[in-house]
Structures are given as structure tokens and as C-alpha cells.
């Protein structure tokens, strides 16, 4: 989401509302405010180099092709220790690209917000596939999350993702769309720790076959909605779909 400048220097007092403590080796300034009615918090960085218009123009388009997922500011550790230090009431956060965050930074938030966060996306966040253990402790921390959105991890293995999923059980809605080293491992993981889901996006997922979305799909009592490639889901799974009132969208 792009927001007019007019717009958040409103919202900020023209900046000179109180500023949110920080590490002293932060290079980013920052404000709570409210945008559109929503809390949020406003990080000032200085761009390391000149930007060209060429440059931005592309960096705007990728942000409006981003698959309708929020794009706000390239985060980074001191981002999120802002986070966690004024919002531990945060119920929603979503990352994406996110290159500048560490295991330990992602942990600490997690600690801080602990069961109060209902919501995760960490959309192509290389940390999630560098950080072995990660997701466990996320999913320790995080044992009340209602939405998770890991996609676009392509190196996202199934013993990762197993170990979060153990303890989110409270799961309704869970995206792994684009995570090609997932395998039909982790479908049997959903079945048995995940019995709440409502929607499933299961996209360009390579190693999950036709046979494991079938079971899933027959065995899932709460699901409604599922996406996935037509190919994969059998004319059987497709007529239990539709008994069910399972939307099945590709």
C-alpha cells in the first residue's frame, strides 16, 4: 500500500510528533500514528544512494504487481525492535523481500507480541529458508496465529515448516503458494495439526501431488476453500468439493 506524502505528514504532525525509542545504532527514525484508521508506525531512512526516477518507477511497479500483498518499507532488525517494544498488543504483521531481517530479530518480536499476534506473513524472506529452527520457535512463541502466509519460499523444506505447524493449532487460513521444496509430507503435517483451516493456497507448490490434495480435501471438515492447479485436484476430490461447499480455485 502506497500512501500520499500529504498523507503521512499529517498523520505525523508534519513529523513532529513524539518519536518511538530506538537502538542508538539505528539509522532509521520513526512515529506511531494512525493511517486510514489504522495503528501504524512510520520509519524515515535515508537512502544510502541517490535514486534516479528510472529506478523508483520500477520499484513502484513491482510494489502495484506484488500479488495484492502490502508492500510498506524494507524492514530491517531495528524496524522490529520498534515493534516490539511499543506494540506488544500487535495482532497483525507482514514482511515481504525482506533481505536486512535476522533469526533473531523475527524471535525477539515473537517473544515480545507472544499469543497476541493473529496474523504472519513472511512473503520471499530469505530468513525464513537461512535460519534452520526459525519457524519452530516462531510457532512456539506464536501458538494463537489464525492467518500464516510463508510464500514465495522456494527453498522452504518440510522438516521447517513441520516443526511451526505442530504448534499452530489454531490455524484458519494458510498460505504457501510458490514453495517448491514443500512435498505431500507436509499436506499429512496440515491434516494432523491444522484441523481448523478454512483456506488454503497451495500455488505452484511442485512437490505436492494430486493424490496428497485429495486426502486433504476429504479429510479437512472445516475447509472451504482451497487453491491449487485444476490438475492436480481429481474429478472425485471435485465432486466431494462441491458437496461440501468447497470452493476449489486455480
Avoid at 52 to 62: A, K, N
Avoid at 139 to 167: H, I, P, T
Wanted: hydrophobic share 35%; proline share 2%.
Amino acid at each position: 500500500m502506497i500512501y500520499d506524502t500529504s498523507e503521512i505528514s499529517s498523520s505525523t504532525n508534519n513529523f513532529l510528533s513524539h518519536r518511538l525509542s530506538s537502538s542508538s545504532t539505528s539509522t532509521s527514525t520513526s512515529w506511531r500514528c494512525t493511517l486510514r484508521g489504522k495503528d501504524a508506525v512510520v520509519f524515515q531512512r535515508k537512502s544510502r544512494t541517490p535514486i534516479d526516477l528510472p529506478d523508483l518507477q520500477q520499484s513502484l511497479s513491482l510494489i502495484s504487481r506484488s500479488h495484492r500483498t502490502p508492500i510498506d518499507l524494507p524492514a530491517q532488525n531495528d524496524h522490529l525492535l520498534v515493534v516490539a517494544t511499543n506494540f506488544r498488543s500487535l495482532s497483525s504483521l507482514r514482511l515481504q523481500s525482506c533481505c536486512l531481517v535476522s533469526g533473531e530479530g523475527l524471535k525477539a518480536l515473537g517473544t515480545a507480541v507472544n499469543s497476541g499476534l493473529e496474523e504472519l506473513a513472511l512473503i520471499n524472506c530469505d530468513v525464513v529458508e537461512r535460519e534452520p529452527g526459525l519457524l519452530s520457535t516462531l510457532g512456539q512463541n506464536l501458538k494463537k496465529l489464525r492467518k500464516l502466509d510463508l510464500s514465495y519460499n522456494e527453498m522452504l523444506l518440510d522438516k521447517d515448516f513441520m516443526s511451526m505447524l505442530v504448534s499452530c493449532n489454531y490455524l484458519v487460513d494458510l498460505k504457501v503458494r510458490g514453495c517448491k521444496g514443500l512435498t505431500n509430507a507436509s499436506i499429512i503435517s496440515m491434516l494432523k495439526s491444522c484441523k481448523r483451516l478454512e483456506s488454503v493456497d497451495i500455488m505452484h507448490c511442485h512437490g505436492i501431488q494430486a493424490e496428497a490434495i485429495e486426502s486433504f480435501v476429504l479429510n479437512s471438515p472445516q475447509l472451504r476453500r482451497v487453491q491449487v492447479e485444476q490438475c492436480k485436484i481429481s474429478d472425485f476430490a471435485k465432486t466431494w468439493a462441491s458437496h461440501k461447499f468447497v470452493e476449489a480455485v486455480a
